[in-house]
């Protein structure tokens, strides 16, 4: 594909995925389109064992947009930064095609790992804001990552996973289409979790308080047997 197109291409991505776009020269100035420009270049050197070019180039990169892109990671066709800043992509991780990430997305590892150690994200995966993927296993295809979630395990294709850790709450049946790029209204596990003890905690108040009531009125029974 010759640069030309590939921009072509690239402009639409964003275009596409941004409704805050209104023309294609603002593509421009956008950090995601900007970083992976010169990521596509860096990765190619990577690939021609011209490392220290390779990281050169990309260092640059984050430095202008807070985007931290490994010319070692490999990323296919459509990949969508929004706004960008924070987000980290390591060395091994491969990200398949229309994949949109957010700001503040960790695509890392556990420090434990040799070899393959990023994860790899399927085609339509979508991963909100604040997110971490920690470690070499794979998001399945048009799988959702709540904000602020943080995933240590695999996720089966076609699910939504939300909370810290990471936890799967729709699955399959649920409709999960490509397009649907909400990063908001995701069920929450621990919000529910936390209902289910303030409903509790108001019980054990109202339990206490008949108690205590009870109580009293023995002791005024108790202080009229004496008087008698």
């Known amino acids: 594909m010759g640069i030309i197109s590939y921009i072509r291409e690239e ?4 275009r596409e995925r ?4 209104k023309s294609n020269l603002e593509v421009f100035l956008y950090p995601s389109f900007r970083v992976i420009l010169r990521y596509r270049l860096a990765h190619k050197l990577y690939l021609k064992k011209h490392y220290f070019l390779a990281r050169w180039i990309s260092q640059r990169a984050a430095r202008k947009t807070g ?3 490994h010319p070692g990671a490999t990323i296919g066709k ?3 930064i ?3 800043s924070g987000v ?3 060395e091994t991780t491969v990200i398949g095609d229309n994949v949109t990430l957010y700001q503040g997305v960790t695509l890392g590892g556990t420090g434990k790992e040799h070899g393959k150690r990023h994860p790899t994200l399927e085609d339509n995966v979508m991963v909100s804001a604040g997110a971490k993927i920690l470690g070499s296993f794979t998001i399945g295809e048009n799988s959702k990552i709540g904000a602020g979630s943080v995933v240590l395990e695999e996720v089966p294709p076609n699910c939504t996973v939300v909370g810290v850790p990471g936890r799967i709450v729709r699955m ?4 999960i289409p490509r397009s649907d790029l909400d990063q908001i209204h995701l069920p929450d596990p621990v919000l529910n979790d936390i209902k289910k003890l303030q409903q509790e905690n108001i019980r054990l108040h109202s339990q206490l308080r008949k108690l205590i009531k009870n109580m009293r009125c023995l002791e005024k029974e108790g202080e009229t047997d004496e008087d008698l």
Not at 18 to 21: C, E, L
């Open 172 to 175: 399959d049946n649920k409709k």
């Open 18 to 21: 941004d409704p805050a776009i």
């Open 88 to 90: 980290i992509i390591g």
């Open 78 to 80: 459509g990949l969508f």
């Open 11 to 14: 402009i639409q991505v964003v």
């Open 82 to 84: 929004d706004h960008g």
């Open 67 to 69: 985007i931290e892109i």
